[in-house]
């Protein structure tokens, strides 16, 4: 087992616990700690060598980013 | 080889149930919908957990599915909440959002036309989704949407040649690679029409 895929392991466990129950249960805070499970599967393709896997999921990520930044702007702009 | 499969799978398993049990005491719609997102993950990993070009040929689509359903969600969410025509009360204001635009969008769509081909596509699109979002945007979609049309003609006509005279393959090869660049592009600079206005 290579160094990166232990990390990108322990980040993928951390990150889902840290997203399933967030601290102060809000949108933000829970958007934030999705990035955690993100970057441990970054890692995880990286020890694979899945190198076009890795950059379409870097592309994809940033786009769900701003989808969601946008309907959490939404809606919080109604209270 | 095969025991970093086992433990990737234990673990995969652990998540799978976490995500699903807080999936399940979840009732805001918009908490689920960002669940949504980590359960996508979740099975990129599973799929990941291969280690194999299957492996990179199965995230492909999996991506492309997960982000057109994310997005058709998010729509259907709106709609559903009566939100959709919201303006936010203050916009995204980054002094770096009015100065990079142009260089750093030039840099992704340069580096794009060299990788060509899908990921190319993918680098150049965000390119221009980059430039669309920071600069804003007049509407030239026909232009965008004719562009498109004229590259899934080309990518077509290139699998012809490829079909019909196989020794061309070269020329094929280079047609297609070039016209899916473009599609790809194209297709993913609509998304940066997104922000702000409520009528797109």
């Not at chain 1, 958007?31 to 190198?51: K, Q, W, Y």
């Not at chain 2, 993950?41 to 997960?66: K, R, S, Y």
């Not at chain 2, 005279?165 to 599609?183: D, N, T």
């Not at chain 2, 790809?184 to 206005?197: F, H, N, Q």
Request: hydrophobic share 55%; proline share 3%; charged share 15%.
């Amino acid at each position: 087992m290579s160094p990166e895929f232990i990390i990108g392991f322990g980040l993928i466990i951390l990150g889902t616990v840290a997203t399933a129950w967030p601290s102060p249960k809000d949108y933000i805070t829970r958007l934030i700690n999705l990035e955690l499970p993100a970057f441990g599967i970054l890692l995880v393709m990286l020890s694979f060598d899945e190198t076009l896997a890795l950059l379409t999921f870097i592309a994809v990520t940033a786009i769900s980013t701003f989808l969601f930044v946008r309907v959490i702007e939404k809606k919080e702009a109604r209270k | 080889m095969i025991e970093t499969f086992h433990t990737g799978m234990f673990a995969a398993s652990l998540c799978i149930i976490i995500a699903f049990f807080s999936f399940m005491k979840e009732t805001d719609d918009l908490h689920r919908l960002l669940l949504t997102d980590l359960a996508s993950v979740m099975a990129l990993f599973l799929i990941a957990l291969v280690g194999t070009d299957l492996a990179e040929a199965l995230i492909l689509p999996g991506l492309v599915v997960t982000i057109s359903k994310l997005m058709a969600l998010a729509e259907i969410y709106l709609v559903k909440e009566g939100i959709w025509g919201n303006q936010p009360a203050r916009t995204l204001d980054i002094e770096v959002l009015q100065s990079a635009p142009a260089i750093l969008a030039s840099i992704l769509v340069l580096y794009g036309i060299f990788l060509s081909g899908f990921s190319g596509g993918a680098v150049a699109g965000l390119g221009v989704i980059f430039y669309i979002i920071c600069k804003g945007h007049q509407e030239r979609f026909e232009l965008i949407e004719t562009v498109s049309g004229y590259a899934w003609v080309a990518w077509i006509g290139a699998f012809f040649i490829m079909l019909i005279f196989p020794s061309q393959w070269f020329l094929a090869v280079m047609i297609a690679g070039g016209a899916i660049l473009i599609k790809v592009t194209a297709k993913l600079s609509l998304i940066g029409t997104m922000r702000g206005e409520s009528d797109v």
